[in-house]
């Protein structure tokens, strides 16, 4: 090899590769993987030129760049690796950008930033013409009924051309220019930012999707075979449900509405009377007091708010606790209709013009009522006033997959994105807390409804149909525990499922007097989410019926359907990516559903034919998880899906050995669709991997100026970086002065007030502190609560903090869960299969090894550094 290199290389080079190979030897690296590295590092020397400054200042960040390959410790397949890391960077890093020394090409970020400027413009540019302004003036000269026959005649020839576009045969060629040429559309306008962008993706999405939907109806069910039919239709009425919910979720979100608070007048006396009611049934005492003491803290005449505990559970301890705060305590003998019977109770014991209502463990900030009520006033007609649910505490996906505050969770696309569109079309419903209802109107359809067991949005659709509005306020008031388990999760969907598909058959809002069409089809929508169950399961299994079964699920060949499916998932995924990118990752919605519709098809099918079966079931929410486990229990039907998905896996592999050589292309679309739902069944069994939970009070990240006070009267300045109910961590440059165990006093400020609180030092690391809260007087309990969990800007800070959807990353996220799912199965394996695991195990880590990475945000450079010429 030496005197290889000794005719291509000038000897500095020559030393420097010998340099390297030493290093590499000197870590253990076999020869023949050193030997490997060193040729290709020759290699690319002759063409990349490692010499010049922008290539050492790459190699001065290798780190950085290749953060999962070892510099020194190099095998044979790390130039593979290297090979597979530089095409993703070159994929994620925009262009135009110079990173590690290196100047993308200029041109075109330049072409494409004319582009959208000018598709940004064109809304500006037609609606400001001479010829718009000349045709706006023309129509409002005319006869109404001339101008509604003028757009009605316009909608039809709309039509007319939407339907000659989807319903028009296309051969391969031009079906595949076509998609080319609309793809290509929606990657130029997907970057842009407003709102017309956003529409045109959703031009392109249902121009697609319809156009698919088309094609299976007419051209791919087998009618000569009943197998084929009927495993055809299923996978088809499957598929008719997701479009329709495709089309309804677009209409719901095509334009949040954003509303702002409306100032509170000057005048304090206008305020009205204001009942808070906070239903209890079996919750700890500890659970209910932060809420408690946080709702004694609003900021509103305390001759005008009435605070109730509405106990359910009739408890003395509860009664003599809101003896001693001062607030009114209210239980009943019988406790029929659950919730909403221990709210109907209570209002007919109380008499405000207003009506607030928080679940047990959702602490109100101070700001509530002011941010909330002035629209009451704006508004005459406003029945309800709803804010975001917000948590404080992990769900099951974010602390099983230690996705907190990296990945939306599961309610942040309905209460960021969904419930504001729902407000443009006046379809906001009642979420059962943190909302503000007028007391008149509830007197007026009976109360809170009873029939169902999701009785907050059955009470905001008689709202609707009665003539009165509601509203949403996307700004968080109040923030509560989610979730302690996946098994609880599970439970709370399962209530929720159950009572939509109840009203949907009791009070179908398609049907009846007083909605508007945008509110049926915004309820239609929100009550056909939780069918979902039944076609997931239909998504997980079709690819079998053609592996196991040779039954034809789509009587097409395989390049038709390439071409007709691929597009149809790829401009659904984009633009849901752009309408939905802060509040729902990419390919997450797949986990979430998949853990949920095993648990949720039985309920929801029973309750199309029985509305009437089931009963309420109470979220248990404040316990605890003292040893990490397995939930074999609601694991156990993804295991079975997944088994059944690995047995068509290798039956596939066995007939495109064996099988007709016509059928090959068809069997591999299918096995790529099995190992994709195997990816989604290994992240849902990931899930079920509850990992230890032993803190009773969970901490929240926080930024807060305080104080610090020493027996001695001395004082250090240090700003709170989280806490909980029972205690704080903070940050100072005195942590040299403490050490653990010592007395202090933490001073906290709220508003123009400072409070002191008597603490205990825990445990001092560097220049931060962990403190613990020695016993409080209730008033300082009340006082630590308004400081904290209570202050107005708790949560605000904390809306649209997630990163920005990327498709392809959150796919890359998607596939190493699934893994990560199967790797964990591996681990609790029973003794005699160990072997076997650990070798699938080695197998499963070292593929995961090719898998590209993220360069991270700051890192130090490699020494010594081997780009470097000697």
């Not at 950085?64 to 090979?83: F, T």
């Not at 009203?503 to 007097?513: A, S």
């Not at 400081?787 to 904390?798: I, M």
Request: aromatic share 12%; charged share 20%; with cysteine.
């Amino acid at each position: 090899m030496n005197g290889l290199l000794n005719v291509f290389f000038v000897p500095p080079v020559m030393q420097e590769l010998q340099h390297r190979y030493r290093l590499y030897r000197q870590a253990n690296s076999s020869r023949i993987a050193s030997g490997m590295m060193i040729l290709c590092v020759a290699i690319c020397w002759l063409f990349l030129r490692f010499e010049s400054p922008a290539w050492q200042r790459v190699g001065a960040q290798r780190t950085r760049w290749y953060p999962q390959i070892s510099p020194w410790r190099v095998c044979i397949a790390d130039p593979l690796r290297y090979l597979v890391q530089s095409l993703w960077l070159l994929i994620i890093i925009p262009a135009g950008k110079t990173r590690g020394g290196i100047v993308y090409t200029q041109w075109p970020q330049r072409l494409r930033n004319r582009i959208h400027l000018w598709l940004e413009s064109l809304p500006k540019r037609v609606t400001h013409s001479p010829m718009e302004t000349h045709i706006t003036r023309r129509l409002g000269k005319m006869n109404r009924a001339v101008r509604r026959v003028l757009m009605l005649m316009a909608g039809l020839v709309a039509f007319t051309l939407a339907m000659f576009c989807i319903s028009q045969p296309f051969g391969y060629i031009a079906q595949f220019i076509f998609v080319v040429l609309l793809w290509s559309i929606a990657m130029i306008i997907r970057h842009i930012p407003g709102r017309f962008p956003a529409l045109m993706m959703i031009v392109l999405s249902l121009t697609i999707s319809c156009r698919y939907l088309w094609w299976r109806y007419t051209s791919t069910l087998n009618w000569d075979d009943p197998l084929s039919l009927i495993c055809g239709l299923l996978l088809l009425g499957a598929e008719t449900y997701s479009w329709t919910v495709l089309v309804l979720g677009y209409i719901q979100t095509i334009w949040p509405l954003n509303r702002k608070p409306v100032p509170m007048p000057e005048d304090v006396s206008t305020w009205p009377t204001v009942d808070l009611m906070i239903p209890t049934y079996n919750e700890d005492l500890s659970v209910v007091k932060p809420t408690l003491y946080a709702a004694l803290g609003l900021d509103w005449p305390r001759e005008k708010l009435t605070i109730y505990l509405l106990d359910d559970g009739n408890r003395q301890e509860f009664a003599d606790f809101a003896h001693e705060i001062g607030i009114k305590y209210i239980a009943r003998e019988t406790h029929e209709h659950a919730k909403a019977g221990n709210i109907n109770n209570a209002l007919k014991q109380a008499k405000s013009e207003l009506v607030a209502i928080f679940d047990c463990d959702h602490v109100p900030t101070r700001s509530f009522l002011q941010l909330t009520v002035g629209w009451f006033f704006k508004d005459k007609k406003l029945s309800m006033m709803q804010t975001p649910h917000h948590f404080f505490s992990p769900d099951p996906f974010e602390r099983n997959l230690g996705r907190m505050r990296r990945t939306p969770n599961e309610n942040e696309l309905f209460y960021g994105l969904v419930q504001d569109g729902n407000d443009l079309w006046d379809a906001s419903f009642f979420c059962g807390s943190c909302a503000v209802l007028r007391r008149d109107v509830l007197d007026e359809i009976g109360g809170i409804a009873v029939e169902t067991v999701t009785e907050d949005a059955h009470t905001s659709l008689r709202m609707h149909r009665h003539g009165y509005s509601s509203a949403y306020i996307r700004i968080p008031q109040a923030a509560g525990l989610a979730t302690e388990s996946l098994s609880a999760h599970v439970s709370q969907r399962i209530r929720w499922a159950r009572g939509m598909v109840q009203i949907f058959r009791l009070d179908n809002p398609l049907f009846g007097k007083g909605l508007k069409l945008a509110q049926r089809l915004c309820y239609a929508n929100a009550m056909m989410h939780f069918l979902a169950g039944i076609p997931r399961l239909i998504f997980l299994t079709a690819p079998l019926a053609f592996l196991l079964l040779h039954a034809y699920i789509i009587y097409a060949p395989a390049i038709a359907i390439a071409l007709y499916v691929l597009p149809h998932m790829i401009h659904a995924s984009l633009t849901n990516s752009r309408v939905q990118g802060k509040y729902r990752h990419s390919f997450w919605n797949e986990i979430y559903e998949t853990v949920l519709a095993w648990y949720i098809a039985r309920p929801t099918t029973v309750a199309l034919f029985n509305p009437h079966a089931g009963k309420f079931n109470v979220t248990a929410k404040g316990g605890l998880n003292k040893h990490a486990y397995v939930d074999w229990k609601i694991s156990r039907p993804y295991q079975i899906l997944m088994l059944l998905n690995l047995a068509g896996l290798f039956f596939g592999i066995y007939r495109v050995i064996y099988g007709r050589p016509d059928e090959i292309l068809t069997v591999l679309v299918s096995m790529a669709w099995v190992i994709y739902n195997m990816i989604i069944l290994g992240g849902a069994i990931a899930v079920a991997f509850e990992s230890k939970q032993v803190r009773q009070a969970h901490r929240v990240e926080a930024r807060m100026p305080a104080s610090l006070i020493k027996p001695d009267g001395h004082i250090y300045v240090c700003t709170v970086q989280d806490y909980s109910d029972n205690g704080v961590g903070l940050e100072t440059e005195s942590a040299s002065q403490f050490k653990a165990g010592d007395n202090v006093t933490l001073l906290l400020r709220r508003g123009q007030q400072e409070y002191t609180f008597p603490m205990q030092i825990s445990r001092v690391f560097g220049t931060s502190m962990g403190m613990q809260l020695l016993p409080l007087t209730t008033q300082q309990h009340i006082d630590f609560i308004q400081c904290t969990f209570a202050r107005a800007d708790s949560w605000v800070l904390r809306e649209d903090s997630f990163p920005e959807d990327k498709p392809m990353e959150s796919l890359r996220e998607v596939l190493g869960l699934g893994i990560r799912g199967y790797l964990r199965m591996l681990d609790i394996a029973p003794q005699r299969f160990r072997p076997l695991t650990s070798r699938t195990r080695s197998f499963g880590g070292w593929l995961l090894s090719f898998a590209p990475r993220n360069p991270p945000l700051s890192v130090q450079p490699d020494e010594p550094n081997l780009m470097m010429t000697k």
